[in-house]
């Protein structure tokens, strides 16, 4: 998935939920001078820790997409792979809150993360089968 993600190397990227590792590693490489923080429930915040402790730019946080515990308009770019939103309303609105002017958030193909998006001013400048690219 990282191939239509970009992602230049001052960027702080959100990860809505915890990806497969190989995501990680190959997002945090191309940030040479920015940070990745991950979102996830306890359990799998842990694991990602241990997978990821050897990344200098990357941190894990035990929070729901809902309410993402970072200041407003910090985050140039979000990534979310998974998309089981169960509130899409609320996790467009901490979107637009966390994502910077001119950020991108790149999703995985959701009608419902789709129609949130777009309702929360969003807008859409890129799809395909698998992946929904968003500006805010």
């Known amino acids: 998935m990282t191939g239509g993600i970009d992602v230049r190397p001052n960027d702080r990227v959100l990860l809505l939920s915890i990806p497969e590792m190989s995501l990680v ?22 694991t990602a820790r241990r997978a990821a402790r050897e990344l200098n730019n990357v941190m894990f946080v035990a929070a729901p997409p809902e309410e993402v515990p970072w200041q407003d308009g910090f985050f140039s770019v979000a990534v979310d792979a998974a998309c089981r939103w169960e509130r ?16 991108q958030v790149y999703l ?14 969003f807008r859409e400048v890129a799809s395909d089968e698998a992946l929904l690219a968003l500006r805010r």
């Open 25 to 46: 590693f190959g997002l945090a490489a191309r940030l040479t001078a920015g940070v990745l923080v991950g979102l996830g429930q306890d359990e799998e915040v842990r």
């Open 88 to 103: 899409p309303a609320q996790v467009a609105a901490e979107l637009a809150r966390v994502l910077g002017p001119g950020g």
């Open 108 to 121: 995985r193909r959701s009608e419902a993360a789709r129609a949130a998006m777009l309702a929360a001013g």
